[in-house]
Every structure is written in structure tokens, then in C-alpha cells.
């Protein structure tokens, strides 16, 4: 290959380009305080209550990239104890906010089960908006073995 400026300027362009985009080499993590942002844009400003919702996931995810998650919440779905929606957290992830559940008196019960990606060993929070404006959360850490988002 024969050296001209035009190559010159375009490999020290290039070298320039892949040092500020190399600095970045591991992926970004929400950090908790992200997540408990996100958490008060979904509830409005309104401190969650413990109790009501039930967040089962596993202690120890061997894969990252398949953790079943189920989440309950008691609820008799009608008038003010009907549960609007449920979101996902997970405070490692790239992007904190997971998965969206939404409800109506015509789904019957306050259950979502569903599986989800986490990169790393991380906490899994939900989060019930319920019609009366309540709001519930419960909180699991998923200790995960084999990274999932590029873990």
C-alpha cells in the first residue's frame, strides 16, 4: 500500500475514532440510582409499600440469558384494587426497565410470568401501580453464573 496524505489523514482519523470509541470497552450499567429514578417516573413521585405483589425468581440463574420471573399481586381486579400495570426492573441491565405488564378487570388475576436477559448478578425489583393510585414493590437478587447481555 502506497502512503499518500489522503491515507495518512484517514488512518490517524480512524485511530483518533476507535481511542474515544475504545475508552468505552465494557458495556454501561444502570446504576441503582437510575433505577430508583425510573422507579419514581413510573409511580408518579409516590414511595412503593412493601406487601400485596410477589416477585418469584430464581437465587442462582446458571444462564443469564433465560431467568423465568413470575409476578403476583393480590388483587380481586375490580374498583379500586384492580392493578393497572406492573413493570421490571434490573439495576445491572443496560437499560433498567425490562418488561411492562398491563391490566384490565378483564384479565381475571394480577399474574405475569416471562423470562428475562441480565448481565451480571444484579437486583430484580417489580413494581404494582394499582387504580387507587398504590403502589407495591418486592425485590429479589438473581445471583447469575454465566453473564447473559455480555456478562
Same mark, same amino acid.
Given at each position: ?96 426497565? $425490562? ?27 417489580? $413494581? ?24
Amino acid at each position: 500500500m502506497k502512503l499518500t496524505r489522503r491515507n495518512v489523514l484517514g488512518l490517524t482519523a480512524g485511530a483518533a475514532a476507535f481511542a474515544v470509541a475504545g475508552a468505552r470497552i465494557t458495556p454501561a450499567f444502570a446504576s441503582a440510582e437510575e433505577t430508583e429514578k425510573s422507579i419514581m417516573d413510573f409511580t408518579g413521585g409516590a414511595a412503593p409499600a412493601e406487601g400485596k405483589i410477589t416477585l418469584t425468581a430464581p437465587e442462582i440463574a446458571e444462564n443469564g440469558n433465560t431467568v423465568p420471573v413470575t409476578v403476583t399481586v393480590e388483587s380481586t381486579m375490580s374498583g379500586d384494587d384492580m392493578v393497572e400495570s406492573i413493570i421490571l426492573f434490573a439495576d445491572g441491565n443496560p437499560n433498567p426497565a $425490562v418488561a411492562t405488564f398491563r391490566f384490565s378487570e378483564l384479565s381475571g388475576a394480577a399474574l405475569a410470568t416471562t423470562r428475562i436477559r441480565l448481565a451480571k448478578t444484579q437486583n430484580v425489583v417489580a $413494581v404494582a401501580k394499582m387504580k387507587d393510585g398504590s403502589v407495591f414493590m418486592d425485590k429479589k437478587q438473581v445471583k447469575v453464573t454465566i453473564g447473559g447481555c455480555g456478562g
